[in-house]
């Protein structure tokens, strides 16, 4: 055998063992990509984070006609859950072809997902990676917790859908497994019910009742979690609620033609976000129209910590006369105006005629304030990152550490808006271009043709 | 030439049939029927305790009598509620051909009534307002979804 001849026999060889080789390890070894443009065949990162909390055995089990193509995506979907947690495992029943499963289970209904946690069970009434993540959230917590909500001072509500509405906010309270409790004070004996893992008081516009006050700060005193999202809007006074925790509200309307959107100076986009605070994670910038100005106490008393949340640039000022102009002027106050603040108190509360040396339990309050209450909306609420924004209050306020902000059922519509450039771009291709060269191609086939003909 | 036409008109036949039958299989699944055909002189429903020739206006649901479901390769009949049927519809032909279909269970939601063609495998899913007029004759209350 000649040496170049055995040379090409050992490249053959080798190139045969890399192929075998190659196709071992990746047989041994899956990897995937997901590279559609909004990442469809991917679970969104909150889930992600539910998801690491998963300890222990979980098992989802779906309910659902096993022809169909609801099925074949529910599959496609739990092994996405199995391949971030190996804790979890799935399993889809045809309800009709396995009856003694769905009684065993009490199913009434197609497309029902259990999920099994620690021997509890919570269910989702839809395959999909919302109601499946947030039923696993439900299942991982153990229990529900109870918002509450005040009413009655002209609040807009968690039902309505409208642009001024919160719907959107109502949405993510239940997507993240809390019990929605409406409080109204202002009828009955004011009291805010204990077992409020929190209060928000949503956009008040009419003012509090001493008595109403009075609840809401002995609540609060007593480990509350209270949010109050009030701004420039509101006939009330909301000093009496945010005085204790440090904060003064300054009313207002904050203008800030350096950082605003759509020409309106007033509403306002926020790119100081100075603090470090946990409500602040992932938010890069925030959209709060209508904002009122808040400050700070400067002699905090001890235990007693306010973060500044949100702050408008240098050039924005607090207008105290909004109503006639919005020029800057000696009543008004220069920016830059803090918007949005987080008080944590905590002190240690000692059984009474006891001295500290006694022990005693550390008591924490946290109250959570913005000076607008726009950015709340369903208009506003998926502005930069207000959602954001909203679901690590609510976080910071509940203490859970992982909360779902969105859903991760992206559009697969995705839609080419058909612009005077590319009807133009149409348009000379089909009329012009395509049209062109067959007429072109044409004329070069008879030309040759009548050149050979003559040389003939 | 000539050749080269008959090649030409195979290919496009073949190419014809080709999407002829990827139409057909993309078309919609034909509706499984427990009992074809609608010229049956008498269906009779009869239970453990009871029979009853089923009135000329029900007939119409049960003859022919069509399923939303068939489960070929069916699990043990008393999941079904097959093994000990509530009611058994009798269907007799102009020839004297007769076919009995055993009624079982309703579904898990309620919506479809488990049936089986005596002597086949196959169980059935027929929706459980076909049934519900003609069982009533004998006495059984299909509960409704609820």
Request: charged content about 20%.
């Amino acid at each position: 055998m000649s040496r170049s001849r055995r040379r090409a026999v050992l490249i053959g060889l080798a190139i045969v063992v890399a192929v075998v080789v190659g196709n071992v390890v990746a047989y041994a070894h899956n990897a995937q990509a997901d590279l559609s443009a909004t990442h469809h065949f991917s679970l969104a990162p909150q889930t992600k984070g539910v998801l690491d909390q998963v300890k222990a055995p979980l098992k989802v089990t779906a309910f659902l006609n096993k022809a169909g193509a609801e099925a074949r995506d529910a599959r496609f979907l739990l092994a996405r859950y199995q391949e971030l947690n190996h804790h979890i495992s799935f399993s889809v029943i045809d309800p009709d072809a396995d009856p003694t499963a769905a009684r065993r289970f009490g199913i009434s209904q197609y497309s029902t997902v259990v999920v099994m946690y620690k021997g509890r069970r919570v269910e989702a009434p839809a395959v999909d990676e919302l109601d499946v993540s947030t039923a696993i959230l439900r299942a991982v917590r153990g229990g529900t917790k109870t918002v509450c909500v005040l009413a009655g001072h002209g609040e807009p509500a968690l039902d309505d859908q409208t642009g001024a509405g919160l719907s959107k906010v109502g949405d993510i309270l239940r997507h993240n497994a809390y019990d929605v409790r409406t409080v109204d004070l202002t009828v009955g004996q004011p009291a805010v019910p204990a077992d409020c893992a929190a209060l928000f008081d949503f956009g008040p516009r009419d003012p509090f009742g001493p008595q109403e006050v009075q609840a809401i700060n002995a609540y609060a005193k007593a480990a509350g979690r209270v949010m109050l999202v009030t701004s420039s809007l509101t006939r009330a006074d909301p000093n009496p609620l945010t005085v204790p925790w440090g904060v003064h509200f300054l009313g207002g309307l904050v203008v800030d033609p350096q950082r605003s959107e759509g020409g309106d100076p007033t509403n306002v986009v926020i790119e100081d976000l100075p603090s470090a605070s946990p409500v602040v994670d992932g938010v890069n910038r925030l959209q709060f129209p209508a904002s009122a100005g808040v400050a700070v106490d400067p002699g905090l008393r001890d235990g007693l910590t306010v973060e500044r949340l949100a702050v408008t640039s240098g050039a924005s000022w607090v207008e105290s006369n909004p109503d006639n102009e919005l020029q800057f002027d000696k009543n008004d106050l220069p920016g830059p105006v803090v918007v949005a603040t987080a008080s944590d108190d905590s002190h240690v509360d000692t059984p009474s005629g006891l001295g500290s040396a006694a022990g005693g339990h550390i008591v924490r309050t946290r109250v959570l304030i913005t000076a607008s209450d726009t950015w709340l909306t369903n208009d506003f609420l998926d502005r930069l990152s207000n959602r954001r924004f909203f679901v690590n209050g609510l976080a910071w306020l509940t203490q859970e550490e992982q909360l779902l902000a969105t859903t991760a059922q992206v559009s697969t519509d995705r839609s080419l808006p058909l612009t005077a450039e590319r009807q133009a771009r149409i348009l000379v291709i089909t009329v012009g271009l395509v049209p062109g060269l067959i007429i072109g191609a044409g004329l070069l086939a008879h030309f040759g043709w009548r050149r050979r003909r003559r040389r003939a | 030439m000539n050749k080269t036409y008959r090649a030409a008109t195979l290919a496009v036949g073949l190419l014809l049939a080709a999407c002829g039958g990827s139409s057909h299989s993309g078309s919609a699944p034909k509706v499984p029927e427990v009992v074809a055909g609608s010229n049956w002189p008498g269906i009779s429903v009869s239970t453990a305790t009871a029979s009853a020739e089923v009135p000329v206006d029900a007939r119409r649901n049960l003859a022919p009598l069509l399923a939303t479901r068939v489960f070929n390769r069916p699990a043990p009949l008393a999941e079904y509620g097959l093994d000990h049927p509530q009611a058994t519809l009798g269907y007799r032909g102009p020839g004297g051909q007769t076919v009995d279909v055993d009624v079982g269970a309703l579904n898990f939601d309620r919506h479809f009534v488990y049936v089986q063609r005596r002597g086949q495998p196959a169980v059935y899913l027929v929706p459980a307002d076909t049934l519900r007029a003609t069982l009533a004759v004998v006495g059984i209350d299909l509960k409704p979804p609820e």
